[in-house]
């Protein structure tokens, strides 16, 4: 479990740092407006991560309740701040906290009518937001190809994809 622990923290560390990327390729002269379309992709990224790592009570996490902040999606400088701070908190965080219960609350059905409660692990949400992290990702890569924005070759794909296409 340590070093599944500590594969799961570098790899969201990794997509913290992606995002960073994009969020500097939007300082370079001619860069499409940050709030046009990254910033709001970036925010609901940043959000669901400090729904997790910040939980007010740290066994339950509610992503649906996240502040949903505009100069979060606005601000460049504000969202390179926060993603920082991400990065630091998941640096310093004990492998083993990845084992702890937490309880994962929702809503569900077309207008969100429904609520949900289910049990998970930390290192599980930890998969989710990753994965999830990932999905954003690869929306936005459609936009740097088109805005001429330089990511790394597999932003916004899939690890699986990316090790099938490594075996192929």
């Not at 009570?57 to 993603?83: C, F, I, K, M, W």
């Not at 990845?98 to 429904?114: D, K, N, Q, S, Y």
Request: aromatic share 8%; proline share 5%; charged share 20%.
């Amino acid at each position: 479990m340590k070093c599944e622990a500590a594969s799961l923290l570098q790899f969201n560390l990794q997509l913290l740092d992606q995002a960073l990327a994009l969020v500097d390729a939007h300082d370079a002269p001619g860069a499409p407006a940050y709030a046009r379309y990254a910033g709001p992709h970036l925010r609901h990224v940043i959000e669901h991560y400090e729904a997790l790592l910040f939980a007010p009570r740290s066994s339950v996490v509610d992503y649906d309740t996240r502040a949903r902040d505009r100069e979060l999606e606005q601000n460049p400088g504000l969202a390179r701040e926060r993603l920082r701070q991400l990065a630091l908190h998941l640096k310093h965080w004990p492998e083993i906290a990845l084992a702890a219960p937490i309880a994962v609350h929702t809503r569900g059905g077309p207008a969100g009518e429904f609520e949900f409660a289910t049990r998970s692990s930390v290192g599980r949400e930890l998969v989710y937001v990753a994965s999830h992290a990932v999905h954003h990702f690869a929306l936005l890569q459609i936009y740097c190809v088109q805005h001429g924005i330089s990511m790394t070759t597999n932003f916004g794909k899939a690890p699986a994809t990316v090790a099938h296409e490594l075996r192929s």
